[in-house]
C-alpha cells in the first residue's frame, strides 16, 4: 500500500494530466450512451404479455400506437390532416371516424352507441399505429412530428406521448439536479472542513468520478431515465466519505511529517485500508439490485456499484494529486472549522443508553407496523405532471369517451365471428368493461359488409395467423380492480383459444405489479445476505455483523414506514430500490464507529470507554457524511417534478438522516448491551469475555 501510495506523489502530475484527459472518452461515452425512458422495456422477454407485443409489432406492424384527439374540426380538415399523419415517416395506420364511415353520412345518423365511443362534444379520436416500437427512438420522433403537423385542438395520447413528455422533462432537470447537489454539499463542506479550497477539489474530484461513471455506461448499451437521473447525485453522496478520508489522513499524517509526500503516500495507504471494506459493503448492496426479475434493478445495480468502485480509485488517484498539486492555495484558504464536536451528544447518548433502548423497543412495533403498510402505485403517468401534453391527452380520452385502459386481444384468424362475439359478449358483461371492437363487430355496426370494409381497417384488426379485438376499460391501470379484471377476462378467452394472449399496458402493468411483488422481497433478502456475509470477514465476528444491519434496518423500517402514517403512497420502484441502497450506502456509518470500539476493547478498555472513544472520534465523520449524503439528494427531492426521481431522493435524503440518528443513538447501545457475546464471537476479543 505504501508502494503505491508513494507512486502516486512521485507521478502527481502526469496523474492528474491522464485524469483530465480521460475525461474526453468519458464525454463522449456519455454522449453516445442511449437512454431508456419506458420501464415496461425492463419486463423479462419471457412473459407472455411482451410475447404479445412482438406478435403485434410483427405481425400487425404495429409496434405502437397513438390515440390522437381532434377538436371543433370539419370532416374535410380530419381527412387533409390524416394525410398529412400518413406522409410521416414510421407511421404504418391512420384510421379515423371519416374512414369507416367515409364523408357522405351524417354524423347524426349514426346509433348513439357508435357516436359515444367516436364522436362526443365535437371531439373525435383518430388512431395512429407505428412501425417501431413505444420506446424507440424512431416513434419518438415521429410523435414529436405529428404535434408539429397538428394545430392546438390536437393532443396525442398514448404510452409513446408519455415516454417523450418524460423524456423531455427529465433532460431539462439533470443539470440542475446536479447543480442543487454540488452546492448543498459544499455548503456542507465548508462548515466541516478547515479550507475553502478542499472542498472545491474534493467535489471536482467526485465530478470527473461522475463523469468517468457515465461514460463507461456506454459498454452497457443504454441506461434508464431513473439511472440517468440520480446516479451523479447518489455517487456523489455515497463517495464523499472517501475523499473526507482521504483529506482528514492526509491532514494528521502532515503534523507528523514535513515532506508532503511522504504524508500522502501514508494517507493513502491508511485510506486505501479504511474503506476497501466499506466500499465493498455498498458496491454489495447495489449489486444486490441486479438480483431483481424487473432488469431496471441491474440497470441501477451496475451502474452505481461501478460508480462506487471509480470513486474508491479516484479518491486514492486523482485527489491525492489534486491536493498535492494545490497544496499552497489549500494552506492559504485554511479557517477555522465551523462545525463542533458533538460532545453533548456523544456524552448524552452513553448517558441515557438504556433509555434509548426503550425508545428503539417502543417504536420498533410502528416502525415494522408502518413498512408493512405503506403503499406503493403503478401507473408511471401519475408521476408527471398534469399540465404536460401526453397526460392531457390520457384525462380527455378518459372523461369525453372512458378510455382509460385499452387491452389488445389475439386471437386465432379462424375463429368464427359467433363465437368471437359470444367471447366478447362475455368479456363486456364484466364490471368495469366498457366497450370491446372487433373487424366483425364495426361490419356489423355500421352495417357495412366486412369485404366492404378500407384496407387500413380490415389490416389493423387482421393478419395471417391472428384477428385482433380492442377491449376498453374504466378502470385505472395498474389497480387492483383492473389486474382482477385482467384475470378474469384471460378464464374468459383461455376457454375459447388457450393459445390467445391478452397484451396492451394494462396486462403489462399487471406483470410489472406480481414481478415487482416479488422483487421488494426478494431483493431486500439477497442485499441483507450479501453484506452479511462481508461483514462477518471484514469485522471477523458472528455477531456484529447481525447487530449493524438490525441497526441500519431498523431506519430503513422508519424511513419506509413513514409515507404509512402520512397517507403518502410511493412510487413503486421507490419501495423495492430504497431498503437496498440506504443499507448499502449508510452500513459504512456503523462499520466506522464497530471498528474503532472493536479496537478499543482489544487494547484493554472497557466497554463504556470503547463506546466512548468510537463514538468520540467518529460522530464528526458520521454527520458530515450524512449531511453530504442528505445535501446531495435532499435538493432534488424537492426539485423534480417528476415524482419517481423526487420520491427516490426524498427518500434517499430522509433515510440518510435517519440512519445518522440511528447509528449514534441505538447501535452504540446495541454494543454496550450486547458486549459480552461480542467478545465470545470476535476474533481476537474471546479473551475479554472470561
Given at each position: 500500500?505504501?508502494?503505491?501510495g508513494?507512486?502516486?506523489?512521485?507521478?502527481?502530475?502526469?496523474?492528474?494530466?491522464?485524469s483530465?484527459?480521460?475525461?474526453?472518452?468519458?464525454?463522449?461515452?456519455?454522449?453516445a450512451?442511449?437512454?431508456?425512458?419506458d420501464?415496461?422495456?425492463?419486463?423479462?422477454d419471457?412473459?407472455?404479455?411482451i410475447?404479445?407485443?412482438?406478435?403485434?409489432?410483427?405481425?400487425?406492424?404495429?409496434?405502437?400506437f397513438?390515440v390522437?384527439?381532434?377538436e371543433?374540426?370539419?370532416?374535410k380538415?380530419i381527412i387533409?390532416?390524416?394525410?398529412?399523419?400518413?406522409e410521416?415517416?414510421?407511421?404504418?395506420?391512420?384510421?379515423?371516424?371519416t374512414?369507416?364511415?367515409?364523408?357522405?353520412?351524417?354524423?347524426?345518423?349514426?346509433?348513439?352507441e357508435?357516436?359515444d365511443?367516436?364522436?362526443?362534444?365535437?371531439?373525435?379520436?383518430v388512431?395512429?399505429?407505428?412501425?417501431?416500437?413505444?420506446?424507440?427512438?424512431?416513434?419518438?420522433?415521429?410523435?414529436?412530428?405529428?404535434?408539429?403537423?397538428?394545430?392546438?385542438?390536437?393532443?396525442?395520447?398514448?404510452?409513446?406521448?408519455?415516454?417523450?413528455?418524460?423524456?423531455?422533462?427529465?433532460?431539462?432537470?439533470?443539470?440542475?439536479?446536479?447543480?442543487?447537489?454540488?452546492?448543498?454539499?459544499?455548503?456542507?463542506?465548508?462548515?466541516?472542513l478547515?479550507?475553502y479550497?478542499?472542498?472545491?477539489?474534493?467535489?471536482?474530484?467526485?465530478?470527473?468520478?461522475?463523469?468517468?461513471?457515465?461514460?463507461?455506461?456506454?459498454?452497457?448499451?443504454?441506461?434508464?431515465y431513473?439511472?440517468?437521473?440520480?446516479s451523479?447525485?447518489?455517487?456523489?453522496?455515497?463517495?464523499?466519505?472517501?475523499?473526507?478520508?482521504?483529506?482528514?489522513?492526509?491532514?494528521?499524517?502532515?503534523?507528523?511529517?514535513?515532506?508532503?509526500?511522504?504524508?500522502?503516500?501514508?494517507?493513502?495507504?491508511?485510506?486505501?485500508?479504511?474503506?476497501?471494506?466499506?466500499?465493498?459493503t455498498?458496491?454489495?448492496?447495489?449489486?444486490?439490485?441486479?438480483?431483481?426479475?424487473?432488469?431496471?434493478?441491474k440497470?441501477?445495480?451496475?451502474?452505481?456499484?461501478?460508480?462506487?468502485?471509480?470513486?474508491?480509485?479516484?479518491?486514492?488517484?486523482?485527489?491525492p494529486?489534486?491536493?498535492?498539486?494545490f497544496?499552497?492555495?489549500?494552506?492559504?484558504?485554511?479557517?477555522?472549522?465551523?462545525?463542533?464536536?458533538?460532545?453533548?451528544?456523544?456524552?448524552f447518548?452513553?448517558?441515557?443508553?438504556?433509555?434509548?433502548?426503550?425508545a428503539?423497543?417502543?417504536?420498533?412495533?410502528?416502525?415494522?407496523?408502518?413498512?408493512?403498510?405503506?403503499e406503493?402505485?403503478?401507473?408511471?403517468?401519475?408521476?408527471l405532471?398534469?399540465?404536460?401534453?401526453?397526460?392531457?391527452?390520457?384525462?380527455?380520452?378518459k372523461?369525453?369517451?372512458?378510455?382509460?385502459?385499452?387491452?389488445?386481444?389475439?386471437?386465432?384468424?379462424?375463429?368464427?365471428?359467433?363465437?368471437?362475439?359470444?367471447m366478447?359478449?362475455?368479456?363486456e358483461?364484466?364490471?368495469g368493461?366498457?366497450?370491446?371492437?372487433?373487424?366483425?363487430?364495426i361490419?356489423?355496426?355500421?352495417?357495412?359488409?366486412?369485404?366492404?370494409?378500407?384496407?387500413?381497417?380490415?389490416?389493423?384488426?387482421?393478419?395471417?395467423?391472428?384477428?385482433m379485438?380492442?377491449?376498453?376499460?374504466k378502470?385505472?391501470?395498474?389497480?387492483?380492480?383492473?389486474n382482477s379484471?385482467?384475470?378474469?377476462?384471460?378464464?374468459?378467452?383461455?376457454?375459447?383459444?388457450?393459445t390467445?394472449?391478452?397484451?396492451?399496458?394494462?396486462?403489462?402493468?399487471?406483470?410489472?405489479?406480481?414481478?415487482?411483488?416479488?422483487?421488494?422481497n426478494?431483493?431486500?433478502?439477497?442485499?441483507?445476505?450479501?453484506i452479511?456475509?462481508?461483514?462477518?470477514?471484514?469485522?471477523?465476528?458472528?455477531?456484529l455483523?447481525?447487530?449493524?444491519?438490525?441497526?441500519?434496518?431498523?431506519?430503513?423500517?422508519?424511513?419506509?414506514?413513514?409515507?404509512?402514517?402520512?397517507?403518502?403512497?410511493?412510487?413503486?420502484i421507490?419501495?423495492?430500490?430504497?431498503?437496498?441502497?440506504?443499507l448499502?450506502?449508510?452500513?459504512?456509518?456503523?462499520i466506522?464507529?464497530?471498528?474503532?470500539?472493536?479496537?478499543?476493547?482489544?487494547?484493554?478498555?472497557?466497554?463504556?470507554?470503547?463506546i466512548?472513544e468510537?463514538?468520540?472520534?467518529?460522530?464528526?465523520?458520521?454527520?458530515?457524511?450524512?449531511?453530504?449524503f442528505?445535501g446531495?439528494?435532499?435538493g432534488?427531492?424537492?426539485?423534480?417534478?417528476?415524482?419517481?426521481?423526487?420520491?427516490?431522493?426524498?427518500?434517499?435524503a430522509?433515510?440518510?438522516?435517519?440512519?445518522?440518528?440511528?447509528?449514534?443513538?441505538?447501535?452504540?447501545?446495541?454494543?454496550?448491551?450486547?458486549?459480552?457475546i461480542i467478545?465470545?464471537?470476535t476474533a481476537?476479543?474471546?479473551?475479554?469475555?472470561?
Amino acid at each position: 500500500m505504501e508502494k503505491f501510495g508513494q507512486f502516486i506523489c512521485k507521478h502527481k502530475v502526469a496523474i492528474l494530466i491522464i485524469s483530465l484527459l480521460l475525461l474526453i472518452p468519458s464525454i463522449i461515452g456519455y454522449k453516445a450512451t442511449r437512454v431508456n425512458y419506458d420501464i415496461l422495456v425492463y419486463l423479462p422477454d419471457n412473459i407472455e404479455t411482451i410475447e404479445g407485443e412482438n406478435i403485434l409489432a410483427d405481425d400487425f406492424d404495429m409496434g405502437a400506437f397513438s390515440v390522437v384527439i381532434l377538436e371543433n374540426m370539419q370532416s374535410k380538415d380530419i381527412i387533409e390532416l390524416e394525410k398529412q399523419f400518413r406522409e410521416v415517416g414510421n407511421v404504418e395506420k391512420v384510421v379515423g371516424l371519416t374512414d369507416i364511415i367515409g364523408t357522405d353520412v351524417p354524423l347524426e345518423m349514426l346509433p348513439d352507441e357508435i357516436k359515444d365511443k367516436l364522436y362526443k362534444d365535437n371531439t373525435t379520436p383518430v388512431l395512429v399505429t407505428f412501425k417501431d416500437g413505444i420506446s424507440e427512438d424512431t416513434t419518438m420522433e415521429t410523435v414529436e412530428k405529428l404535434r408539429e403537423i397538428s394545430n392546438e385542438n390536437c393532443k396525442i395520447s398514448g404510452m409513446t406521448a408519455t415516454v417523450l413528455d418524460t423524456r423531455n422533462l427529465s433532460d431539462s432537470e439533470v443539470i440542475i439536479y446536479v447543480m442543487i447537489a454540488v452546492a448543498l454539499c459544499l455548503i456542507i463542506l465548508q462548515l466541516a472542513l478547515d479550507s475553502y479550497l478542499a472542498p472545491v477539489l474534493m467535489l471536482l474530484n467526485i465530478g470527473m468520478a461522475v463523469l468517468y461513471n457515465m461514460g463507461t455506461n456506454v459498454f452497457l448499451g443504454q441506461t434508464s431515465y431513473i439511472t440517468k437521473a440520480i446516479s451523479a447525485v447518489l455517487q456523489l453522496g455515497v463517495t464523499m466519505d472517501f475523499a473526507i478520508f482521504l483529506y482528514h489522513s492526509y491532514k494528521a499524517e502532515k503534523e507528523k511529517v514535513s515532506n508532503n509526500n511522504e504524508a500522502m503516500a501514508t494517507a493513502i495507504a491508511k485510506t486505501l485500508v479504511s474503506v476497501l471494506g466499506s466500499s465493498l459493503t455498498t458496491i454489495a448492496g447495489f449489486l444486490a439490485l441486479c438480483s431483481m426479475n424487473l432488469t431496471l434493478g441491474k440497470d441501477i445495480g451496475l451502474v452505481m456499484a461501478k460508480g462506487v468502485l471509480i470513486g474508491v480509485i479516484t479518491a486514492v488517484t486523482t485527489l491525492p494529486a489534486m491536493l498535492l498539486v494545490f497544496d499552497k492555495w489549500v494552506e492559504k484558504t485554511k479557517h477555522k472549522e465551523i462545525l463542533p464536536r458533538f460532545e453533548k451528544v456523544k456524552n448524552f447518548n452513553l448517558k441515557h443508553y438504556k433509555a434509548i433502548l426503550v425508545a428503539f423497543i417502543v417504536i420498533l412495533p410502528f416502525a415494522v407496523y408502518g413498512y408493512t403498510h405503506t403503499e406503493s402505485y403503478y401507473n408511471l403517468s401519475k408521476s408527471l405532471p398534469d399540465n404536460l401534453n401526453s397526460i392531457q391527452a390520457n384525462n380527455e380520452l378518459k372523461d369525453k369517451f372512458d378510455m382509460v385502459s385499452t387491452e389488445l386481444l389475439l386471437v386465432d384468424k379462424n375463429m368464427p365471428d359467433y363465437k368471437l362475439n359470444e367471447m366478447l359478449d362475455k368479456i363486456e358483461s364484466l364490471d368495469g368493461i366498457e366497450w370491446t371492437l372487433s373487424y366483425s363487430k364495426i361490419s356489423k355496426e355500421v352495417n357495412i359488409p366486412k369485404e366492404m370494409l378500407p384496407e387500413d381497417i380490415r389490416s389493423i384488426f387482421e393478419s395471417d395467423k391472428y384477428q385482433m379485438v380492442i377491449i376498453n376499460s374504466k378502470y385505472e391501470i395498474a389497480t387492483n380492480e383492473l389486474n382482477s379484471q385482467i384475470e378474469e377476462a384471460n378464464k374468459i378467452i383461455k376457454e375459447y383459444d388457450d393459445t390467445a394472449i391478452l397484451a396492451g399496458e394494462g396486462p403489462l402493468m399487471k406483470d410489472l405489479v406480481e414481478i415487482s411483488d416479488h422483487d421488494f422481497n426478494s431483493v431486500n433478502t439477497v442485499s441483507i445476505a450479501i453484506i452479511l456475509v462481508i461483514m462477518v470477514f471484514v469485522l471477523k465476528s458472528v455477531s456484529l455483523p447481525i447487530i449493524l444491519i438490525a441497526a441500519i434496518e431498523f431506519a430503513i423500517f422508519i424511513n419506509m414506514g413513514i409515507p404509512a402514517y402520512t397517507g403518502t403512497v410511493i412510487p413503486f420502484i421507490a419501495s423495492i430500490v430504497i431498503g437496498t441502497i440506504q443499507l448499502g450506502a449508510t452500513i459504512d456509518y456503523a462499520i466506522l464507529i464497530t471498528t474503532k470500539y472493536k479496537t478499543a476493547r482489544i487494547e484493554g478498555k472497557d466497554k463504556h470507554q470503547a463506546i466512548d472513544e468510537a463514538l468520540g472520534t467518529s460522530i464528526q465523520s458520521i454527520i458530515v457524511s450524512a449531511l453530504c449524503f442528505f445535501g446531495a439528494t435532499f435538493g432534488v427531492g424537492m426539485y423534480s417534478k417528476i415524482e419517481m426521481i423526487g420520491s427516490l431522493c426524498s427518500l434517499m435524503a430522509r433515510g440518510a438522516i435517519i440512519s445518522m440518528v440511528t447509528v449514534l443513538t441505538v447501535l452504540p447501545a446495541f454494543l454496550i448491551v450486547f458486549d459480552k457475546i461480542i467478545c465470545k464471537t470476535t476474533a481476537n476479543m474471546r479473551r475479554l469475555s472470561n
